[in-house]
């Protein structure tokens, strides 16, 4: 699995129960903080856990990278090609583990990216299927929100605060989007 340490990513990793997990530190400006979220869900659940670091940040956009966002950002935490860079890069490391399917933590909300719709994962899994491994995705909570993802994945409250959402900082800047969607996401659940 493709674990970022958000909560879309560790409700699925609580509901999947995958043998391994994997988190990139791709250059983004929390990774520190999404390592530390994905590695203590994976600990909590005897999941192997692992960490790859390949610099991308010279070519990031947005509140990810700590740049002005490019002309093409639909959202300000835009990183071009970031999905299709991540599932390359996980897909290359996974193959050591002799693993056949790649889960990714996408839910419905994320279609605002081009990247993050069924037809995206749908054609990736196809480019990545044809090559050597016949690696396939599978994207569980494309259908739901992440509400009900939470829901259906029965994790525990006190597990999804686990998560790291926050776009800009290792700790939450409570204004930007990850942290919008972490906050009206726990107010919607209940939790104050």
Not at 84 to 95: E, G, P
């Amino acid at each position: 699995m493709l674990l970022s340490g958000g909560m879309d990513s560790i409700s699925i990793a609580y509901w999947k129960r995958p043998n391994y997990a994997i988190t990139i530190d791709y250059g983004q400006l929390p990774a520190e903080s999404e390592i530390r979220a994905a590695r203590s869900i994976c600990n909590l659940l005897d999941i192997e856990h692992i960490v790859l670091n390949v610099d991308c940040s010279e070519l990031g956009s947005g509140d990810l990278s700590g740049k002005k966002s490019i002309n093409l950002a639909p959202v300000t935490e835009w990183w071009p090609y970031r999905n299709q860079l991540l599932i390359t890069l996980a897909s290359m490391k996974m193959l050591e583990f002799n693993v056949k399917t790649l889960l990714i933590g996408s839910v419905s909300n994320d279609e605002i990216h081009k990247d993050g719709t069924k037809e995206f994962y749908d054609k990736i899994s196809d480019l990545i299927g044809m090559q050597e491994g016949e690696l396939k995705l599978e994207v569980p909570a494309i259908g739901f929100t992440t509400v009900e993802l939470i829901k259906l994945s029965s994790i525990p409250l006190s597990k999804l605060l686990i998560a790291h959402s926050c776009h800009k900082s290792n700790e939450p800047c409570m204004n930007c989007n990850g942290c919008n969607k972490y906050l009206f996401t726990l107010q919607y659940l209940g939790i104050e």
